[in-house]
């Protein structure tokens, strides 16, 4: 059983605060972390991993300090974000030489090319990699050592669905078997996929945590902006704000459109058209104007 | 303290193509050079000594020695390939230390062995020039080598600082302003140099004890705090 703790963790360069304050658990199981880009995932997982300082807080892996304590990486495997990794050796080569460097034989890393399914490439230089056979390679190293826990910084960047997969089926089954995995992603459907666990940080502070059901659940309930064009307005405005899935609409005269904030998700998306067509009423424009993750993070940090 | 995994992986950063063409070039025109003068003028002791202090030694060898010492950690920092390094549970000063010992190997084979092919070519070791500055030569190795493993370990810029450091300070302000020569790793092995040479051929500013002291005082004071910031090495993520 490994579980990393985050304790009260701050890290600010110069004037700019990277992560704010954040305190969280990771235990055994899949972990999401969960932000946009720029929230200080990659600050974090950094900090996670032992290659920077936290400002103020602590990092611990079962009771253990992980900044400038080389010793715990017989425990941690890391997959980094960056694709920089000794280009000139062939895979095999790449692996061999991590294993080594934990002390260990070329035993040791056949078994985790065999792992990612890398062997078929093993012997070409990683130069001439994809970006998903390099994320394999990446995996590989980081698993050689058998490690209980496992941080990878979004590696499903630039992966092909099926390579996608593939990564999927391959931490799920690590978490199964009781290891503590974390990985960042920026995107929510990634994480709903694999993760039990959801950790979410937005603008450096920690916005939610827990079962992902529960975080969906916040995010498509929060109220949804629509700007609607039709072929009368003012008729439509009147039909919608009798319904209770709507809760205000603006008459927008510059625009030429209404727009709808609506409570209810679900059920505003199936009244809108059958009112329309009720009334009459021809659709011209509908287009939510808050759909961006950054807007559905930023509600979930003030709720 | 040393590791061979380590090593390996340094000297196939460090001899790849385009950076082994670097590294071989200069020697090359050392050697190319010293045929020409050695067909031209004919063996001279003072011509000799002349172009492997002045060429082999103020100028190639830190030249050599930035180029790998610098360059032996630099860009594995710049790139973040290092992380796969420091996510091993291996001490930083045995990675410094096996660094080090690559860079000095590599130095010294790139720049004290063609001093003495050159210095054999210039006068057939007349007054034991030639061997009297391939020993400068090894043992400014090790010093360059530290220094500018050092530099890269701290700058980004370490190529950029280690040449002004070889061509300003070594080269050109060592030759203007006398107090900087003491200060000077060519000087240094200079000093050794001539105790080798014996006679006027070789001299230095500095006497064989201090010399000595130093060059032994700044590699290990620079190998050691590589070690340290090593320990330290922030690397900061892509936001």
Request: no cysteine; proline share 4%.
């Amino acid at each position: 059983m490994t579980t990393l703790n985050i304790d009260h963790v701050s890290r600010w360069f110069g004037n700019v605060v990277a992560v704010n304050d954040i305190t969280m658990t990771i235990g055994p199981g899949v972990t999401g972390l969960l932000g946009p880009n720029g929230a200080g995932k990659s600050t974090l997982i950094n900090m996670m991993g032992g290659f920077l300082a936290p400002s103020t807080g602590s990092v611990t892996l079962d009771g253990e300090q992980v900044w400038r304590n080389e010793a715990i990486y017989k425990h941690i495997g890391i997959v980094p974000e960056r694709e920089a990794m000794y280009d000139f050796l062939t895979g095999r080569e790449f692996v061999v030489a991590n294993a080594e460097l934990h002390g260990l034989g070329a035993k040791a890393a056949q078994k985790a090319l065999a792992t990612v399914e890398m062997e078929y490439a093993q012997d070409r230089k990683i130069s001439t990699y994809s970006k998903g056979m390099r994320q394999r390679v990446k995996m590989a190293s980081a698993l050689v050592h058998d490690p209980s826990l496992l941080l990878l910084d979004e590696p499903f960047n630039g992966m092909d669905p099926r390579q996608r997969m593939q990564l999927m089926d391959l931490l799920r089954r690590m978490g199964d078997e009781g290891r503590t995995v974390l990985f960042s992603s920026h995107i929510l459907e990634e994480v709903e996929q694999l993760a039990w666990h959801i950790e979410v940080v937005v603008a450096g502070r920690h916005a939610a945590s827990g079962d992902f059901r529960k975080i969906r659940r916040l995010m498509t309930d929060r109220p949804h902006r629509y700007l609607v064009r039709s072929s009368d307005d003012r008729a439509l405005a009147a039909a919608l704000i009798a319904d209770p899935s709507t809760s205000g609409i603006e008459v927008d005269l510059q625009e030429g459109a209404l727009r709808i904030q609506a409570v209810d998700f679900g059920r505003f998306t199936a009244l809108l058209p059958k009112v329309a067509r009720d009334h009459g009423i021809r659709l011209l424009t509908v287009s939510p104007s808050d759909e961006s993750l950054e807007s559905v993070f930023s509600y979930l940090v003030a709720a | 303290m040393y590791d061979p995994t380590v090593a390996r992986l340094t000297y196939r950063a460090l001899l790849g193509r385009r950076r082994a063409l670097i590294l071989g070039a200069l020697p090359l025109l050392l050697i190319a050079i010293s045929v020409v003068v050695r067909g031209l003028a004919g063996a001279d002791d003072q011509t000799a000594s002349d172009l492997l202090g002045g060429l082999a030694l103020a100028t190639m060898v830190p030249i050599i020695g930035v180029i790998a010492g610098t360059g032996a950690i630099g860009p594995e920092i710049d790139d973040g390939s290092v992380v796969y390094l420091l996510s091993k549970p291996l001490k930083r000063p045995t990675i410094i230390f096996t660094k080090l010992i690559v860079a000095i190997a590599v130095t010294m084979v790139f720049s004290a062995l063609p001093t003495l092919v050159a210095g054999f070519i210039l006068n057939g070791n007349g007054q034991q020039i030639a061997v009297a500055y391939t020993v400068a030569a090894l043992v400014s190795s090790i010093a360059y080598a530290a220094l500018f493993l050092l530099l890269g370990t701290v700058s980004r810029h370490a190529v950029v600082f280690g040449l002004v450091y070889a061509l300003v300070w070594e080269a050109l302000f060592g030759s203007l302003v006398s107090g900087a020569r003491t200060l000077s790793v060519q000087q240094w092995s200079l000093a050794v140099a001539h105790k080798v040479a014996g006679g006027d051929l070789v001299t230095s500013d500095v006497s064989l004890p201090t010399a000595t002291v130093l060059l032994i005082v700044v590699t290990v004071l620079a190998t050691w705090y590589a070690g340290q910031k090593l320990r330290s090495l922030t690397l900061a993520g892509e936001e």
